[in-house]
């Protein structure tokens, strides 16, 4: 029985979103079981997705905050 956890920043994907909605989980738990079906032969009804939504002060990404890293990497690229 496979287990997978996705973990994302909690902050939307559009406008007046803050949060992964219902839809794009349901999308997510049906995408991730089939790649373990057409990968691993792993039948979807024994697949365990786990969804975790983390706040962005609680997520570091090359030794800061994320959202100071995405200001550095904004400040390289513009």
Do not use: C
């Amino acid at each position: 029985m496979p287990i997978v956890t996705v973990q994302v920043t909690r902050e939307g994907t559009g406008p007046g979103t803050d949060h992964v909605t219902e839809e794009q989980k349901a999308a997510i738990y049906k995408g991730m079981s089939q790649v373990l079906l057409d990968v691993l032969g792993k039948p979807m009804d024994w697949t365990w997705v786990i969804f975790q939504e983390v706040e962005m002060e609680n997520w570091g990404w090359g030794g800061m905050p994320v959202a100071e890293y995405r200001k550095r990497l904004q400040a390289k690229s513009g």
